[in-house]
């Protein structure tokens, strides 16, 4: 029996159209896949930026809630925790309120700032607040006032004013640069957020001189105060004026440096007195410190 044998040349026009065919189907399906394959999304590597936050040691002090005036005894004071940065606080301020607890504030401390040692003291007599603010060599004397020789309440504790003699025809400087410790028994500054109260009384702090020249003036007439700025340092150019003043009339300045004569004229029942003062004769009626009148 015969057995055909093709060849090769001849399987090859039916073999060669079925790999085509298979190839375009694995072609399609490997197409297929990659699109069908879920998306990597690479994004670059992303660092975020370091935040460096500065911190400073805390110290937490006590500070008063509102303002204290001197005098008051600490025990009475409201406090408040606070906290400061340590390189801030002066090392003076008080963390710790224990070791004055028993003492009275001898200065006005501010609301919501730290405490000082210097601010209290436990001395019993700085329980008057006046006392302790009499430095050595000086006096506290007590004058009464009304609203027009206090200034309506101006010259409070903490002013300064001069004190005036006014007597009927005259007026005389007889203080300068006074300050004033108390009115009406507070040594709380005046608050310039409402009208002042008029005392009835002020505590003065004065030279031993002065204590002197006011106490010897007060019989003689009328004391006034003259309120003047802190940072004034002038002294009054004249430190008298008389009635004849108003009138044209002239008189001599009291004051022991510009006068440097006097002379007094008797004419029937009256007098004239003359000093010269600032190298000129002008009339005075009272005989000028440092000189005498020889009377027969």
Same mark, same amino acid.
């Given at each position: 029996?015969?057995?055909?044998?093709?060849?090769?040349?001849?399987?090859?026009?039916?073999?060669?159209?079925?790999?085509?065919?298979?190839?375009?189907?694995?072609?399609?399906?490997?197409?297929?896949?990659?699109?069908?394959?879920?998306?990597?999304?690479?994004?670059?590597?992303?660092?975020?930026?370091?935040?460096?936050?500065?911190?400073?040691?805390?110290?937490?002090?006590?500070?008063?809630?509102?303002?204290?005036? &001197?005098?008051?005894?600490?025990?009475?004071?409201?406090?408040?925790?606070?906290?400061?940065?340590?390189?801030?606080?002066?090392?003076?301020?008080?963390?710790?309120?224990?070791?004055?607890?028993?003492?009275? /504030?001898?200065?006005?401390?501010?609301?919501?700032?730290?405490?000082?040692?210097?601010?209290?003291?436990?001395?019993?007599?700085?329980?008057?607040?006046?006392?302790?603010?009499?430095?050595?060599?000086?006096?506290?004397?007590?004058?009464?006032?009304?609203?027009?020789?206090?200034?309506?309440?101006?010259?409070?504790?903490?002013?300064?004013?001069?004190?005036?003699?006014?007597?009927?025809?005259?007026?005389?400087? *007889?203080?300068?640069?006074?300050?004033?410790?108390?009115?009406?028994?507070?040594?709380?500054?005046?608050?310039?957020?409402?009208?002042?109260?008029?005392?009835? /009384?002020? /505590?003065?702090?004065?030279?031993?001189?002065?204590?002197?020249? *006011?106490?010897?003036?007060?019989?003689?007439?009328?004391?006034?105060?003259?309120?003047?700025?802190?940072?004034?340092?002038?002294?009054?150019?004249?430190?008298?004026?008389? &009635?004849?003043?108003?009138?044209?009339?002239?008189? &001599?300045?009291?004051?022991?440096?510009?006068?440097?004569?006097?002379?007094?004229?008797?004419?029937?029942?009256?007098?004239?007195?003359?000093?010269?003062?600032?190298?000129?004769?002008?009339? /005075?009626?009272?005989?000028?410190?440092?000189?005498?009148?020889?009377?027969?």
């Amino acid at each position: 029996m015969a057995v055909r044998v093709q060849s090769a040349r001849a399987l090859r026009p039916r073999v060669l159209p079925q790999l085509v065919a298979a190839l375009g189907v694995g072609v399609a399906l490997a197409v297929a896949a990659f699109q069908l394959r879920p998306a990597v999304v690479v994004s670059p590597k992303s660092e975020s930026a370091p935040v460096v936050v500065g911190e400073f040691d805390t110290v937490t002090v006590p500070v008063p809630v509102s303002f204290v005036p &001197a005098g008051t005894k600490v025990r009475d004071i409201r406090l408040k925790q606070v906290a400061f940065p340590k390189h801030q606080l002066p090392e003076s301020a008080l963390v710790s309120i224990q070791p004055v607890l028993e003492g009275v /504030t001898v200065a006005g401390l501010p609301a919501n700032l730290p405490l000082f040692r210097e601010n209290f003291s436990l001395i019993a007599t700085a329980q008057n607040p006046v006392v302790e603010r009499i430095p050595p060599g000086m006096r506290a004397m007590t004058v009464r006032v009304d609203a027009t020789s206090a200034v309506e309440g101006w010259a409070g504790s903490g002013a300064i004013v001069d004190v005036l003699l006014v007597e009927k025809d005259r007026t005389t400087v *007889i203080a300068e640069r006074v300050k004033i410790l108390s009115a009406e028994r507070s040594v709380a500054p005046v608050d310039g957020s409402s009208a002042p109260n008029v005392p009835n /009384t002020v /505590t003065l702090l004065v030279t031993q001189e002065q204590c002197l020249a *006011i106490n010897t003036a007060s019989p003689r007439g009328r004391l006034a105060f003259a309120l003047r700025s802190l940072s004034d340092e002038d002294a009054w150019h004249e430190t008298l004026y008389t &009635a004849d003043r108003l009138h044209g009339g002239r008189s &001599a300045v009291e004051s022991k440096a510009n006068i440097n004569g006097y002379v007094s004229v008797q004419r029937s029942q009256k007098t004239d007195s003359f000093a010269l003062a600032n190298g000129k004769w002008v009339r /005075t009626d009272s005989v000028p410190e440092g000189f005498l009148v020889a009377r027969e």
